[in-house]
Nanobody
Framework: QVQLVESGGGLVQTGGSLRLSCAAS????????MGWFRQAPGKEREFVAT????????TYADSVKGRFAISRDNAKNTVYLQLNSLKPEDTAVYSC????????????????WGQGTQVTVPS
């Protein structure tokens, strides 16, 4: 089992920044690819970003490319999501997820999920 706990969400104005953190515990963190997903009210969960086990490879949704950055610190068992140039359409609950070995953009491929943290960007 892997337990994931997100933090860092909040209310921020358009153009602002936030840094989300996801702390993992339970199993060897470096064995897991990590992803960030988000879900807005009334919408399906969507892929945001993912990072390989070593952190060498990342990929992003087109909607956040160039504005968001995913990173990880395996020594601290933590994955981060830096959110810059925030827009009202970024408002959602952001969740981190873990899956064994390889990255994926598909939520169903992830084995473990955190509870989520709310990001709100008022229009």
């Amino acid at each position: 089992q892997v337990q994931l706990v997100e933090s860092g969400g909040g209310l921020v104005q358009t153009g602002g920044s936030l840094r989300l953190s996801c702390a993992a515990s339970g199993r060897t963190f470096s064995n897991y690819a990590m992803g960030w997903f988000r879900q807005a009210p009334g919408k399906e969960r969507e892929f945001v970003a993912t990072i390989s086990r070593s952190g060498d490879y990342t990929t992003y949704a087109d909607s956040v490319k160039g504005r968001f950055a995913i990173s990880r610190d395996n020594a601290k068992n933590t994955v981060y999501l830096q959110l810059n140039s925030l827009k009202p359409e970024d408002t959602a609950v952001y969740s981190c997820a873990a899956r064994s070995w390889v990255i994926s953009r598909t939520p169903d491929n992830y084995d473990y999920w955190g509870q989520g943290t709310q990001v709100t960007v008022p229009s």
